[in-house]
């Protein structure tokens, strides 16, 4: 492959040397619980450097452990920091590299999103993106190969999002990962309440209590919501911590969050 888009955050956000990335991972899989028979439909995941965020990201991969060479396809949303556009951005590459190797691109699914007009095929919004790309190494040692559908969000309606998450939900093969930072830079104690808040908003399906303050994702948040909610997921909490549990300064913190879900018929047949 020789249309590849290369890692941008590797040296910054987690580590650029292969093997010292492997073992991280593994380090922060370790800690978790052991994964159930059956795997999440969906997560949602927090996207700052792993020395911060990897803990609470690594509880969701954790359950994903059972998934591996049965899921074949990861559709990847998140916002865009840098790239200012209307509604999703689609990459053209054949795949993304990290320090773990080339995650190919399911190019047969993102051709499924040619006739929704708030999808864009662009590859500036992805070249500098953190959000997605900070996902692929927990998800390239959990899974094994897969094919991936990255897609970065910029100026969208909830109702945009899910009209494409649902166009892509599929059966057990296809997981849908949401990633998404929560509260910025306020004060423990209110980054706490306000993270709690936000919490409770997605354990009640509701991202129209959500706004980009409460979480830089939120949109991508909303749109899993609305279609997990229709399609009669559950939805499990699975960890809330903030920068300064990892060690940041208390008086200016980021809140991560790590949610499951899961599907209950599936769950019944297993």
């Known amino acids: ?92 590459v054949e795949a993304f590299r990290t320090p773990l190797g080339p995650v190919p691109l399911d190019r047969t699914g993102l051709a499924r999103l040619g006739d929704l007009p708030q999808v864009v095929f662009d590859d500036v919004p992805h070249a500098r993106e953190h959000a997605l790309e900070v996902q692929l190494p927990f998800l390239q040692t959990v899974l094994g190969d897969f094919a991936l559908v990255p ?33 910025h ?3 423990e104690a209110e980054a706490r309440r306000l993270d709690e808040a936000t919490a409770a908003a997605i354990a009640a399906f509701d991202g129209s209590r959500l706004d980009a303050e409460d979480a830089c994702g939120r949109t991508a948040i909303a749109g899993l919501l609305a279609v997990a909610h229709a399609h009669g997921l559950r939805i499990e909490r699975l960890g809330l911590a903030t920068s300064a549990d990892a060690g940041g300064p208390r008086h200016q913190v980021v809140g991560y969050g790590a949610w499951a879900l899961h599907d209950p018929q599936r769950a019944a047949a297993a």
């Open 151 to 183: 897609l970065a969000i910029g100026e969208a309606a909830d109702a945009a999002v899910a009209a494409v998450i649902e166009r892509l939900w599929d059966g057990p093969e296809t997981v849908i990962v949401v990633s998404s930072d929560l509260s």
């Open 1 to 92: 492959m020789t249309n590849l888009r290369p890692p941008a955050v590797a040296g910054s956000f987690y580590p650029a040397e292969a093997d010292v990335l492997a073992r991280l991972v593994a380090d922060l899989l370790r800690d978790t619980p052991a994964a159930a028979a059956t795997w999440p439909k969906a997560v949602i995941v927090p996207h700052a450097g792993y020395v911060y965020s990897g803990a609470v990201a690594a509880k969701a991969y954790a359950a994903l452990r059972s998934a591996a060479g049965r899921v074949s396809r990861v559709v990847l949303l998140g916002p865009s920091h840098f790239a200012r556009f209307r509604g999703l951005a689609a990459p053209t």
């Open 185 to 187: 830079y306020h004060g």
